[in-house]
């Protein structure tokens, strides 16, 4: 169900995670055009993104979806893509053609429907990678949240307990519709989530399926 890789720290699990990845991108453009890939906000992914951004990828035939955006303004300091230009995108030479960001500034409902029909059109995607909340929240689908069983591709949240309350996500079923999923779990204050997910908790995390765990030794409890 779950494969998990023991790092000994963040600098240790994003450059093992920014490995994998590249070898996972590679083996999907074998004998495919293109490469589909979803990408999570928050502090955890950017070191891997940056160490991504200096391997000598065919950039042009991938594209880039986000797991979820927050409902800021374009450009605002919180929004996931800006994270994610400043990471990775500015790094890269990729047209923005196949940069799929959420119009989340038109607010949830308006921004999923919009981005439900480049989902739709894209199919499934190849790769998702995601990080985990404290809560066991993934992408913007959170323990108790209504929009963790909507059923639609990508879906509206309110009242998110991780600011801002409103935001737009992928919805359960195309994460677990993906090809490969990958995780990202850094920082002792994942601990608990953790050990709650082994434990057997249906966590949002546990929910989306079998996962591949980049797990550093602070979250695992080793440290
Ligand atoms: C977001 C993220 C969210 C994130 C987790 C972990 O918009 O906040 O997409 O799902 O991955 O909250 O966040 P950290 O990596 O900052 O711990």
């Given at each position: 169900m779950?494969e998990?890789r023991h790092?000994t720290?963040a600098?240790?699990l994003a450059g093992a995670?920014?490995?994998?990845l590249?070898?996972?991108?590679r083996?999907?453009l074998?004998?495919?055009?293109?490469?589909?890939?979803?990408?999570p906000?928050?502090?955890?992914?950017?070191?891997?993104?940056?160490l991504?951004?200096g391997?000598?990828?065919?950039?042009?035939?991938?594209?880039?979806?986000?797991?979820?955006?927050?409902c800021y303004?374009p450009g605002h300091?919180?929004?996931n893509?800006v994270m994610?230009e400043?990471e990775?995108w500015?790094?890269i030479?990729?047209p923005?053609?196949?940069?799929?960001?959420?119009?989340?500034?038109?607010?949830?409902?308006?921004?999923?429907?919009?981005?439900?029909?480049?989902?739709v059109a894209a199919?499934?995607?190849d790769?998702v990678l995601?990080g985990m909340?404290?809560?066991?929240?993934?992408?913007?689908?959170?323990p108790?949240?209504?929009a963790l069983?909507?059923s639609?591709p990508?879906?509206p949240?309110h009242?998110?307990?991780k600011?801002?309350?409103?935001r737009?996500?992928l919805?359960?079923?195309?994460?677990q519709?993906a090809?490969?999923r990958?995780v990202?779990?850094?920082?002792?204050d994942k601990?608990?989530a953790l050990?709650?997910?082994?434990a057997g908790?249906?966590?949002p995390i546990?929910?989306?399926?079998p996962?591949l765990w980049?797990?550093?030794?602070d979250?695992?409890?080793?440290?």
């Amino acid at each position: 169900m779950h494969e998990f890789r023991h790092c000994t720290d963040a600098a240790d699990l994003a450059g093992a995670a920014a490995a994998h990845l590249a070898a996972r991108i590679r083996n999907c453009l074998d004998g495919r055009e293109v490469c589909r890939i979803a990408l999570p906000g928050g502090r955890t992914p950017g070191r891997c993104l940056a160490l991504l951004a200096g391997d000598s990828l065919p950039w042009e035939r991938l594209h880039w979806y986000l797991g979820d955006e927050r409902c800021y303004p374009p450009g605002h300091a919180g929004r996931n893509d800006v994270m994610l230009e400043a990471e990775l995108w500015s790094r890269i030479d990729t047209p923005a053609a196949n940069r799929h960001p959420i119009p989340a500034e038109l607010g949830p409902e308006a921004a999923a429907g919009r981005y439900s029909s480049e989902i739709v059109a894209a199919g499934q995607l190849d790769i998702v990678l995601l990080g985990m909340g404290e809560d066991g929240h993934t992408a913007s689908l959170f323990p108790g949240n209504p929009a963790l069983d909507d059923s639609r591709p990508v879906v509206p949240v309110h009242r998110a307990p991780k600011p801002p309350a409103e935001r737009v996500s992928l919805g359960l079923s195309t994460l677990q519709a993906a090809t490969e999923r990958i995780v990202l779990v850094s920082g002792a204050d994942k601990r608990v989530a953790l050990q709650r997910v082994q434990a057997g908790e249906a966590l949002p995390i546990a929910r989306i399926g079998p996962l591949l765990w980049f797990v550093d030794d602070d979250a695992a409890g080793r440290s």
